[in-house]
Nanobody
Framework: VQLQASGGGLVQAGGSLRLSCAIS??????MAWFRQAPGKEREFVSA????????IYAESVKGRFTISRDNAKNTVYLQMNSLKPEDTAIYYC?????????????????WGQGTLVTVSS
């Protein structure tokens, strides 16, 4: 099983980026994005269920970020708008088999390698 995150880069504050996470080897009911800023712990960003009808977000990104998935491509996305310098971090995709959406890092069994997002002021 592999989770391959991509789409990170350098963007100015107020700009947008779209992250992708391609999964190979199997499918998962729940997919999520976490991020880790320099010197900080990895934190939850968003999660989505299999159908895409249920999503949850961290308060810090609610209204600016949108998670989605394309099950035919076995890929999950994170559309990030109105980016702020404090969004700068390595973004990781994560997966778990159970259907319940979780914000807890320990609930996720599979992780991608991360993609760096840098937002300049």
């Amino acid at each position: 099983v592999q989770l391959q995150a991509s789409g990170g880069g350098l963007v100015q504050a107020g700009g947008s980026l779209r992250l992708s996470c391609a999964i190979s080897g199997r499918t998962f009911n729940t997919m999520a994005w976490f991020r880790q800023a320099p010197g900080k712990e990895r934190e939850f960003v968003s999660a989505i269920n299999w159908s895409g009808e249920s999503t949850i977000y961290a308060e810090s990104v609610k209204g600016r970020f949108t998670i989605s998935r394309d099950n035919a491509k076995n890929t999950v996305y994170l559309q990030m708008n109105s980016l702020k310098p404090e969004d700068t971090a390595i973004y990781y995709c994560a997966a778990r088999t159970p259907t319940v959406l979780h914000r807890y890092r320990a609930s996720y069994n599979y992780w991608g390698q991360g993609t760096l997002v840098t937002v300049s002021s």
